[in-house]
């Protein structure tokens, strides 16, 4: 999407090819939940010899570079040139052909570099050829320097991308020269070579690609009887030319298909193409799609108290086992059917073009998590409840010194942001009600975005906004949640049951990180049914609770909205199950 680089992790090539080598650039940075590597200085880039770190190809001289970031990668390309010519894309009986031809100009650098994204055992299936003056360039020969950077990405919500990025640096004296770059492949053993899911782990369709500043190029193409699909581009068939074309980013995720369906839809003001498999094309899914797009858009419009415009894609993709969203177009990658996962990105992509213009990068994902959840909860309480799921154990998963008030403030985790951010809004609606949250986000956005004032809001303002429209002091509640990166973690002691005319029930509820919290708590008698429910506060980690029930109660759950981040628990006291959800 234009409005995010990063996180990317990941794919985190879409943000090399189209922040650095001509694609869009952004000036607002989002991300999706994982996507990022670790932060780290160029001093911290360590080079590894080790035989498990060396790429499992032929380049056994390659310089393995481990715990680098898209920051210590640029380093390599900041003297780069421009890059004028042609990019043709041919296809014929399942070969696919890439070839990059034109006019280098080298700036201040004394080499030529190449850029090629691998899995981690490089398919011979594809073959890459760099030819500098008509000539052939040797890529194992000594002179050309050869950094491969291993797993420097992760896939959206921890799904790991493993991986290689490769740069290729080949010296050359002069500053002006003819580059060619060809990429042949063999597209259809390429694809059964992979499980679907890493299918996109590299560029299928762009193949190796010049670093550069500028770049600019006629893209031709050359594919019968099959159509081209450009992602937030286009769709084309047969031959033809498309002039001054630079988006490399949308060739990242590109795809030949011979039966498609597309659909376009306005909702609110949102222009949406649909990209459908013809022979996975269903009106089901396609109805799904934009009942989804409206019932979220009339939720941020209720939250935020404005109406945006936008233009997103949504692409229906052959190999992809997962959804998710661009970073660099506004388009969302469908797989083949529709889940909790699939409908989150759809949102997700809709919230930030909704929103980008108005906050910080930070500050939209973490606001985002909550009316996204309202939005699935609505169209589908079944996604929602797996939603839920999936982020407890995303956000447990992942511990950092960081808190959520750093993170906020500009030291942006997406682990914290993303997960730790949900279940705080998700918390803080228990505690205040949903009234006041959405009066709460019609403040932000109203009073502190960027089109009102420069700076950014920070935790201490979101307090202030909070305690305003909900009348309540929440300090306690941003001290524990926003200040310190503890979460609650429960136990039941002192268990007593006694049987009379009724069931008397009482035990201590004890959080050994001394939170203050609501917790609701439910009892079940042995068929599943609810036999008691009630709320109790556990300040600074401690809480009394008791039932009077008319049936013996069989099993114990704490914390049974799952509203608040905490550990699972499961044991049982005195013939007792007590589940902490």
């Not at 306005?266 to 649909?274: A, E, K, L, Y």
């Not at 990209?275 to 089901?284: E, H, P, Q």
């Not at 997103?312 to 661009?326: C, G, I, K, M, T």
């Not at 005319?501 to 009892?523: C, H, K, N, Q």
Request: charged share 15%; aromatic share 14%.
């Amino acid at each position: 999407m234009g409005s995010r680089p990063i996180l990317a992790v990941i794919i985190i090539l879409v943000v090399l090819v189209s922040g650095c080598i001509g694609g869009k650039t952004s000036t607002t940075s989002t991300s999706t939940p994982s996507e990022v590597s670790q932060t780290a200085t160029a001093s911290q880039v360590k080079t590894s010899t080790t035989s498990h770190s060396v790429p499992p190809w032929e380049y056994k001289n390659a310089k393995v570079i481990n715990g680098a970031t898209i920051r210590d990668i640029d380093f390599h390309w900041r003297e780069m040139g421009a890059y004028t010519g042609n990019l043709y894309v041919t296809y014929s009986k399942g070969i696919v052909t890439v070839n990059f031809t034109g006019v280098m100009r080298n700036g201040k650098a004394k080499a030529i570099e190449v850029l090629e994204e691998v899995p981690n055992e490089k398919p011979s299936v594809i073959n890459i050829t760099v030819i500098v003056n008509g000539k052939v360039v040797d890529l194992a020969s000594s002179p050309v320097e050869v950094h491969a950077y291993p797993k420097i990405y992760r896939g959206h919500f921890g799904y790991p991308h493993s991986g290689w990025l490769v740069l290729y640096r080949i010296p050359v004296n002069e500053s002006i020269f003819n580059l060619t770059l060809i990429s042949r492949f063999d597209y259809g053993k390429y694809i059964s070579m992979y499980n679907p899911e890493w299918a996109l782990a590299v560029p299928v369709i762009l193949g190796a690609v010049p670093v550069v500043h500028n770049l600019s190029l006629n893209l031709h193409y050359s594919i019968p009887g099959e159509n081209l699909v450009i992602p937030a581009y286009g769709i084309f068939s047969g031959s033809g030319t498309l002039e001054k074309f630079n988006e490399l980013g949308n060739l990242r995720y590109a795809y030949i298909y011979p039966d498609l369906v597309v659909k376009n839809v306005s909702v609110r003001g949102f222009n949406v193409t649909m990209v459908f498999l013809g022979n996975w094309y269903s009106g089901d899914t396609y109805e799904k799609l934009v009942n989804v797009t409206r019932i979220g858009l009339n939720t941020f419009a209720e939250y935020t108290g404005y109406d945006a415009k936008g233009r997103v894609w949504y692409v229906q993709h052959p190999y992809l086992a997962n959804s998710y969203a661009s970073l660099t177009q506004n388009a969302v990658y469908l797989k083949r059917y529709l889940d909790y996962s699939s409908v989150f990105y759809v949102l997700y992509e809709n919230w930030l073009l909704w929103s980008r213009s108005f906050l910080s990068p930070s500050l939209v994902n973490f606001l985002g998590m909550w009316p996204i959840f309202v939005s699935m909860k609505e169209n589908n309480p079944q996604y929602a409840q797996e939603f839920v799921n999936f982020m407890d154990s995303y956000a447990l998963s992942y511990t950092s010194n960081l808190t959520l008030a750093q993170a906020i403030s500009g030291n942006e985790s997406e682990n914290i942001v993303f997960g730790r951010g949900f279940f705080v809004l998700r918390s803080l609606s228990a505690v205040i009600g949903n009234e006041s949250i959405v009066k709460a986000y019609r403040v932000i956005f109203g009073k502190y975005s960027r089109r009102v004032r420069a700076n950014s809001v920070d935790v201490g303002t979101l307090q202030r906004v909070f305690e305003n429209v909900s009348g309540q002091r929440l300090g306690w509640f941003f001290d524990e949640w926003f200040k310190t990166n503890l979460v609650p973690n429960y136990n039941v002691q002192n268990l007593k049951l006694e049987n009379g005319s009724t069931y008397r029930l009482a035990f201590r509820l004890v959080d050994s990180s001394g939170f203050t919290m609501p917790i609701e708590v439910a009892v079940y008698d042995s068929s599943g049914t609810v036999i008691g429910k009630k709320r109790v506060w556990v300040r600074n980690g401690l809480g009394e609770m008791s039932f009077v029930l008319d049936k013996r109660p069989a099993r114990i759950v704490v914390d049974s909205g799952d509203f608040i981040l905490n550990p699972k628990l499961q044991t049982t006291i005195k013939g007792i199950s007590v589940f902490v959800n």
